[in-house]
């Protein structure tokens, strides 16, 4: 089984519907992360369908160009029918590559909801590491 990256387009934005979520503890419901998306993220990030194969298990928002010299990843999302199976690690890995291609910064940052402790020990088992809590909101930690 193969995972992959796919922007999306506006008429692929629906499929991100499918992507069943029980918790909206750390990111929030769908709705939430496409309305930042539009409102906040859309000048210089793209909205990106995680796939299995053919089928979307997932969702990020990534940066496309370097914002004070680091790209980051924020809104990570994988279906609950596909959590703690690795893809997330597997992901996360497929994004630091994809950022080192770009050449442009060395430096990846996420932010990441201080009591997620599940996704705080997998951005380590990538080799990210706590740097501060984030300015905007002392409840999330800012990983490089």
Same mark, same amino acid.
């Given at each position: ?8 387009? *506006?008429?692929? &934005?629906? #499929?991100? +519907?499918?992507? $069943?979520?029980?918790?909206? %503890?750390?990111?929030?419901? @769908?709705? !939430? ?41 924020? *809104?990570?999302? &994988?279906? #609950?029918? +596909?959590?703690? $199976?690795?893809?997330?690690? %597997?992901?996360?890995?497929? @994004?630091? !590559? ?47």
């Amino acid at each position: 089984m193969r995972i992959h990256l796919i922007k999306l387009q *506006d008429k692929e &934005i629906n #499929e991100i +519907y499918k992507i $069943k979520r029980t918790s909206e %503890q750390y990111v929030g419901l @769908i709705e !939430d992360v496409l309305e930042d998306y539009n409102n906040i993220y859309k000048d210089y990030s793209d909205l990106v369908g995680i796939y299995l194969n053919e089928k979307i298990i997932g969702l990020v928002i990534l940066t496309n160009k370097p914002l004070n010299g680091k790209y980051s990843f924020t *809104d990570f999302i &994988i279906d #609950e029918d +596909y959590q703690h $199976k690795g893809y997330g690690k %597997q992901v996360t890995n497929i @994004i630091i !590559d994809y950022f080192k291609k770009m050449n442009e910064s060395k430096i990846i940052k996420i932010e990441v909801f201080s009591e997620n402790s599940i996704a705080i020990k997998c951005y380590e088992k990538c080799g990210f590491r706590v740097t501060k809590k984030c300015d905007w909101n002392n409840s999330f930690l800012e990983m490089e």
